[in-house]
């Protein structure tokens, strides 16, 4: 029974020795060492020979019985250290450090708000088209009913390149566009683009953006003029929007709306946000509950004189200014602010 | 347009406030921008009576005085010479604030107690009168808020009257307007009517030799007048409307012209020479000083007012200095016309002389309004002067174009509209408004409910925009309410033949914005302006620019030929930040001079991208790279491929080369050139404080957007059999580019399918060559490459390289 006893004190020994192992990387030379292949069990066993034919069985299984015992015992100690090897690493790791971002870009948010809009529109049915921003005075004025000597010239501060040819005040001569290239209703476009004016102070700049709209079908009232342009600003500014439509003036249309949109800083009621009203009331609308948000009106026959369609036909067409409403979609103060390109402002605008 | 209610009360008996039909008129197209109430200053003053008065014991020029203002009787000393006993004076009391900001307080005066303050006009803020205290009407009672007393207690709409609506430029119009609204019936004041001596007519002879530019001319003379200031009442309602008072005799035709839109003129009849006056268009070259005692030089298209020696008014717009109204005159020739719209238009616009009178001629006036007007404006210069009216109109008129009625018909209304009406309110609504209108439906039979469909119709001669039948359907809905039109969703119809067309510039330029934001770019957004200095100092070609005739300033006097001075700026704005790492980019229309096109401007939509500072601003540690050409020229890379258009060639540019960049490389694409990329040179950079390189890379994206529509992607089999891959470096010298190595693997005719990539370039410090490794992938499409076959394929491309260029390539063991 020399060898069982040999057996015995081998189990014995490697459990001290196991005891002592500092690291992982000792624990598994050990491994090698006494367990291996070519280690000191495997001598042991490679011994049964020696032992007479009966004692044989009981060896082997009191052999493997140690084998797997001091495996478990290394496995156990191994864990332990892969344990105590995440404990540190993990008391290393700073779920606070600053994560790598790719370089990000923006979009300007004159950009963003016209292309909401278009999307909005679009999906009525209306195509964008993009045209020229220098125009003749034919496409700017003659076509849209602006008469040579009529004061509604004045409306629009223009900035002339020669005798004839202006920066387009307006994106109304996509209108004339328009119609000229479809020749015959249908016609739902609408055109995006900038717009030039001679004026330039604190609230107004001699380059903004405009949003023209134009649909001209059959029996298009202005009752649906009031629908798409409710539509639009609802889909923009949320459900709860009010509009309000005034008489007004433009040469190209007749009848012509001025139209107001319920303040979205007062919903309306024209009184200060924290109750306390005061001689102005709301600070946006300047207590009337409304804000002027666009122009719009009935194409004028003139207009479809000019462009060659029957002046029975009907149609709408609608101007916006583009930094007003990002201005109110984003609580912009400053028109400035949208031609100084001040990377501070340009990265806060993502949708 | 200022409308004072309480003028406004005296043509209808209008009783809400002014708030109100502040609101109606908005509602209604005449939008009020303010209301002010331009005396409530006023309200706290009082009027008081002097009860005794005398000399300062200590002061010559000061007086002492008991002033009854009903509870009390103030002691006050004042310093105006004409204060007396038994004056009705405007009183300030201890702590009250005057219109001029003044507050008056308790003092003692050379040892006088002066518990208030006795005012004088202008202390009121009434005019600039303040040689003396102002004097009330001795009927005045004691104890009255001088509001009251003087009757100020007013509202004044500030309201906005668009270009069509010139009719409304008056009291008796904005009345008409508020009748129409609510239904009140307007009446014309009793005005009050002096007259005598024989007729006038024939002493003054009239010539109207162009009645295109003068429809119509009539005058009167008032004799016997002797100018002075104008009672108060009619002072302060001038100053109200913002007309400044001058003299009995100018105020009677300014308030006419507030009060009923006629603009009037007065001429001192005694300076006019010859006893003629005519009217006719200027001779080119002529020279005339105006009331503002300016000379002008006139145009043939001006209206000339003349007598026997030469021009005396410009008609429509400003009188003369050498025929002005003055202390000394006796006589008036009053003059009240009708010109022009379209020439008092061009006159005013060229000599910059905007006058209230040339605004309403500009706007049309009331061709049947002008001689009431004229009587009107006569009897009350008379009134107020002391004279008398002459009778006898002076008069020429030109015959005048039948008015034609208008055919209206509901239906048409009600299908414009999209509202339902009914022909009471139609019929009414026009007649409201002036219109005469007649059933054109067959008529009515008595008894039988109003059921016309349609009308003829005749507008008023004050309305030149009542022209068409649309313009009628627009005072319908006006007055009908514009808000009450309901909202409803047409279907829009699609164009069939629009479906299937290539995607839109708008679109391709939308799809370029998102991928520039995708890049890690930001958008800016530059004017289209920029100033011809600036140009030049980058070194712009001087050819094509296109000048603005009339800009803004000298930094906005050519429209943008390039991107670049507007992504310049805006990185000098941020610089002055102290931004690290500037990526922008701009999408934008350019302009240059083309006169083939129909506006004398080819407009080319580009995308600017410009690169400056950090590689990366967000990296931690900082990397210390700085964006370079690489950077830029793998941005135009990424945008290729990201639209699906073929690579590019970059070659350095020629001579042609824009001035401002070195060096600068031409983007070759599809054989012809799609933009430039390059570093902006130094001395241009310093302008906008640029540390680092500025580099910078302007595309055509029209161009482009040619390309981008034609592209096709279709797909391509994926490789089935392995590739074997073989590094390879040579020792190159200086003006060897890598792109001349790639383009021979390009060459080589063969099987076997090579791909070649610079993977390490290393230039030993101070050697002339450089050592450049690539990458070589070969692969065959029909069966798996041996080793063998790769070695000798890299060792032909390794002899085709060092033949055709001269280089060596690296031994291993170098």
Known sequence: ??????????????????????????????????????????????????????????????????????????????????????????????????????????????????????????????????????????????????????????????????????????????????????????????????VYRRDYDLTHSPMFHQIEGLLVDENISLAHLRGVLTHFLREFFGADVKLRFRPSFFPFTEPSVEVDMSCLICRGSGRREDGKGGEDGCRVCKGTGWLEILGAGMVDPAVFAAVGFDPACAGFAFGLGVERVAMLKYGIDDLRMFFENDLRFLGQFVK | MLLSMNWLREFIPYTDSGEKLGEQLTMAGLETEGIVKPYEALRPIVTGLVAECSRHPGADKLSVCRVDVGDEVLDIVCGAPNVAAGQKVAVVRVGVTLPTGLTVSKAKLRGAPSNGMICSEFELGLSDEHSGIMVLDPAVPVGKSLLDALELDDEILDISVTPNRGDCLSVLGLAVETAALTGLPLTMPDYERLSGGTDASPELALEVEDG????????????????????????????????????????????????????????????????????????????????????????????????????????????????????????????????????????????????????????????????????????????????????????????????????????YAEKLLGVQLTSPFCEKTLR????????????????????????????????????????????????????????????????????????????????????????????????????????????????????????????????????????????????????????????????????ASESSVREEVRLGILLHGARSARAWPPSPGDLDYLDIKGLIEYFLLEFSLPAADFVLSGADAPNLFSPCVDIILEGASAGRAGRVKPEAADRCHAKKDVWYAELDLDYLYGLYVKAVTLFRPLPVFPPVRRDITFVVPRGTRAGDIAAIAERMKSRIDTDVRLIDCYEPDGADARNLTFRLTFRRPDRTLKDAEADRQRALFAESVCKTLNVAVQRPDE
């Open chain 2, 432 to 595: 409201s408004l002036g219109c005469a209108v007649r059933d054109a439906s067959g008529g009515l039979r008595a008894g039988e409910e109003n059921s016309a469909m349609e009308w003829d119709v005749t507008p008023p001669a004050r309305r030149h925009d009542l022209t068409r039948e649309v313009d009628l359907a627009e005072e319908i809905v006006r007055i009908y309410g514009m808000d009450r039109v309901p909202a409803r969703m047409p279907g829009v119809t699609r164009d069939l033949a629009r479906a299937g067309l290539p995607e839109s510039k708008s679109a391709f330029l939308n799809r370029v914005g998102h991928w520039g934001r995708q890049a890690g770019l930001n958008e800016i957004i530059a004017y289209s302006f920029v100033g011809g200095k600036e140009l030049d100092l980058f070194g712009l070609p001087e050819d094509g620019r296109v000048p603005v005739l009339n800009p803004l300033n000298e930094d906005m006097d050519v429209l943008r030929p390039a991107l670049v001075p507007g992504l310049l700026n805006a990185l000098c704005n941020n610089m002055a930040q102290g931004a690290l790492s500037v990526r922008l980019f701009e999408t934008a229309a350019v302009f240059t001079a083309d006169p």
């Open chain 1, 1 to 194: 029974m020399k060898l069982i006893a040999e057996l015995d004190n081998l189990a014995d020994a490697f459990a001290a020795e196991l005891a002592g192992v500092a690291s992982a990387a000792e624990a598994e030379s050990l491994r090698n060492v006494r367990l291996g292949r070519k280690g000191d069990l495997a001598a042991l066993m490679n011994r049964l020979p020696e032992l007479p034919a009966e004692e044989r069985p009981a060896f082997g299984k009191a052999a493997n019985a140690v084998k797997e015992r001091l495996n478990r015992l290394l496995e156990d100690r191994l864990a332990a250290f892969r344990a105590e090897a995440e404990d540190a690493s993990l008391s290393r790791f700073d779920p606070t450090l600053p994560g790598r971002m790719p370089e990000r870009g923006s979009l300007h948010p004159i950009t963003l708000v016209m292309e909401e809009i278009c999307g909005i529109l679009n999906n009525l049915g209306f195509e964008t088209v993009y045209g020229p921003e220098v125009e003749t005075d034919f496409h700017n004025f003659g076509a849209l009913n602006f008469p040579d000597d009529h004061p509604a010239r004045d409306m629009q501060d223009t900035l002339f390149i020669a005798e004839g040819i202006v920066m387009r005040t307006h994106t109304s001569p996509m209108q004339v566009r328009a119609m000229l290239e479809r020749k015959k209703p249908p016609v739902a476009v609408i055109a995006p683009g900038k």
């Open chain 2, 212 to 411: 295109g530019l003068c429809p119509l001319y009539h005058g009167l003379i008032i004799e016997g007048t002797k100018t002075a200031p104008s009672p108060g009442k009619l002072r302060y309602r001038l100053n109200a409307a913002g007309v400044r008072p001058l003299s009995n005799l100018v105020d009677a035709t300014n308030y006419v012209l507030m009060e009923l839109g006629q603009p009037l003129h007065a001429f001192d009849l005694d300076r006019i020479r010859g006893g003629r006056v005519s009217v006719r268009a200027a001779d080119a070259g002529e020279r005339f000083v105006t009331l503002d005692g300016k000379e002008r030089t006139l145009t043939a298209g001006d209206i000339t007012i003349r007598d026997a020696e030469g021009v005396i008014c410009l008609g429509g717009v400003m009188g003369g200095l050498n025929s002005e109204i003055s202390d000394g005159t006796r006589r008036v020739f009053l003059e009240s016309a009708v010109f022009n719209p379209g020439a008092i238009r061009r006159t005013a616009r060229r000599l910059g002389l905007h006058s209230e009178a040339s605004f309403r001629f500009e706007r049309g006036v009331d061709r049947t309004g002008a001689t009431p007007a004229l009587e009107r404006a006569a009897h009350m210069m008379a009134a107020l002067s002391g004279g008398y009216v002459r009778p006898g109109l002076i008069k020429k008129a030109a015959d005048e174009a039948p008015r034609r009625p208008i055919r209206f018909h509901r239906e």
